[in-house]
């Protein structure tokens, strides 16, 4: 029996065959009919996908105080009854494409201690429902195809949180409190407006699946790194877009050859010998990030991307300065944050089987 009740993402038409279930979608529904009404105290998974219930069935839906697995996808829903809160077994509830908001969500759904799944993908919400957020045993949380433009801190509270989609949203950054999530191996935030991530990424020592395609990230933490995933995808970020384009570098002025002259060469010079605009240039000196060129540069620098190999295969793009575009030549060691764990020291352990880049 225990084989009707999958959790995955979306239904499939074998979640809701057998003895125990029941599949009425596509069936053009306003109400639940009687016949089904009259077992319902013995369905574990009921399918309501597909009809026109809207507003949602009230009272009738107490009756099935048993069910285990609830779809009521693609039905127009504004709002949930109250009596939802009944359904005190419940473990997935997947109410995709309708037009639901955090508003209209019943407190009566915090009642439902077993939630495992939540699928809310394609709705109208502007922000993460707060009762979502007192879900304990949540495992996986889809609201892609929404609106919302923050993430909560509390987000946090969500320790079992395995799954989380968040795809098709506004979100312009991600709290650290993310990084809390420790169970967490699957998080999608592709098709967002996020220009940053959080370090705090690094924690994420399950994460597996990390989706960032169609944002404006330009860098991203070196940290990252460091975790053992397994698919990456950034396509169509700024980050890629300086990976495929050449390597340009502004004409360096007569200033900044003066001043690399002199951190070349290491010339001894007094306040008497150069210029005063110049010996105030040579304090903004910055050293090529590149350990095997002692070069330094100025205004005049090359913007680049630098790639941590994985398998001798996969590249992870991270942006860095170079004094030249010679510098690309050499490859460059991985920069790891001085405050960071001593074991993102050693990213060659981590092993990263796919990027997506296009």
């Given at each position: 029996?225990?084989?009707?009740?999958?959790?995955?993402?979306?239904?499939?038409?074998?979640?809701?065959?057998?003895?125990?279930?029941?599949?009425?979608?596509?069936?053009?529904?306003?109400?639940?009919?009687?016949?089904?009404?009259?077992?319902?105290?013995?369905l574990?998974?009921?399918?309501?996908?597909?009809?026109?219930?809207?507003?949602?069935?009230?009272?009738?839906?107490?009756?099935?105080?048993?069910?285990?697995?609830?779809?009521?996808?693609?039905?127009?829903?504004?709002?949930?009854?109250?009596?939802?809160?009944?359904?005190?077994k419940?473990?997935?509830?997947?109410?995709?494409?309708?037009?639901?908001?955090?508003?209209?969500?019943?407190k009566?759904?915090?009642?439902?201690?077993?939630?495992?799944?939540?699928?809310?993908?394609?709705?109208?919400?502007?922000?993460?429902?707060?009762?979502?957020?007192?879900?304990?045993?949540?495992?996986?949380?889809?609201?892609?195809?929404?609106?919302?433009?923050?993430?909560?801190?509390?987000?946090?509270?969500?320790?079992?949180?395995?799954?989380?989609?968040?795809?098709?949203?506004?979100l312009?950054?991600?709290?650290?409190?993310?990084?809390?999530?420790?169970?967490?191996?699957?998080?999608?935030?592709?098709?967002?407006?996020?220009?940053?991530?959080?370090?705090?990424?690094?924690?994420?020592r399950?994460?597996?699946?990390?989706?960032?395609?169609?944002?404006?990230?330009?860098?991203?933490?070196?940290?990252?790194?460091?975790?053992?995933?397994?698919?990456?995808?950034?396509?169509?970020?700024?980050?890629?877009?300086?990976?495929?384009?050449?390597?340009?570098?502004?004409?360096?002025?007569?200033?900044?050859?003066?001043?690399?002259?002199?951190?070349?060469?290491?010339?001894?010079?007094g306040?008497?010998?150069?210029?005063?605009?110049?010996?105030?240039?040579?304090?903004?000196?910055?050293?090529?990030?590149?350990?095997?060129?002692?070069?330094?540069?100025?205004?005049?620098?090359?913007?680049?991307?630098?790639?941590?190999?994985?398998c001798?295969?996969?590249?992870?793009?991270?942006?860095?300065?170079?004094?030249?575009?010679?510098?690309?030549?050499?490859k460059?060691?991985?920069?790891?944050?001085?405050?960071?764990?001593?074991?993102?020291?050693?990213?060659?352990?981590?092993?990263?089987?796919?990027?997506?880049?296009?």
């Amino acid at each position: 029996m225990d084989s009707v009740f999958t959790d995955t993402e979306n239904s499939s038409s074998s979640d809701f065959s057998g003895e125990y279930a029941e599949d009425l979608s596509y069936s053009s529904l306003q109400d639940i009919p009687g016949p089904v009404l009259n077992r319902a105290s013995e369905l574990r998974a009921l399918s309501l996908a597909y009809n026109h219930l809207s507003p949602f069935i009230g009272q009738s839906i107490a009756a099935f105080r048993n069910l285990v697995k609830l779809d009521i996808s693609n039905n127009d829903l504004f709002q949930f009854s109250e009596e939802i809160g009944g359904l005190v077994k419940l473990r997935t509830l997947i109410a995709r494409n309708n037009h639901l908001c955090s508003e209209n969500i019943p407190k009566s759904l915090a009642n439902l201690k077993t939630l495992e799944v939540v699928n809310m993908s394609g709705n109208q919400f502007v922000d993460v429902p707060p009762i979502f957020l007192k879900l304990e045993k949540l495992r996986y949380l889809h609201l892609g195809a929404n609106q919302i433009k923050e993430l909560p801190v509390q987000i946090k509270e969500l320790t079992h949180l395995e799954v989380l989609y968040l795809g098709g949203n506004l979100l312009t950054e991600i709290p650290s409190e993310v990084g809390c999530l420790s169970e967490l191996n699957t998080l999608a935030l592709c098709d967002n407006k996020l220009h940053t991530l959080p370090r705090s990424l690094i924690h994420l020592r399950k994460l597996r699946s990390l989706s960032l395609h169609n944002n404006q990230l330009s860098t991203l933490p070196p940290e990252i790194v460091s975790l053992d995933l397994v698919e990456l995808s950034l396509r169509n970020n700024p980050l890629v877009v300086r990976f495929v384009k050449d390597l340009v570098c502004d004409p360096p002025s007569l200033l900044e050859l003066a001043g690399r002259t002199i951190k070349y060469e290491k010339l001894n010079y007094g306040q008497e010998d150069i210029p005063e605009n110049l010996q105030n240039y040579l304090e903004s000196a910055k050293s090529c990030v590149n350990p095997k060129c002692k070069g330094v540069y100025f205004s005049s620098r090359c913007e680049n991307v630098k790639f941590v190999d994985f398998c001798g295969k996969y590249r992870l793009p991270l942006l860095q300065y170079l004094c030249t575009p010679r510098c690309s030549t050499a490859k460059p060691s991985v920069c790891v944050s001085s405050d960071t764990d001593t074991d993102d020291e050693d990213v060659a352990v981590a092993r990263m089987k796919k990027v997506l880049l296009g």
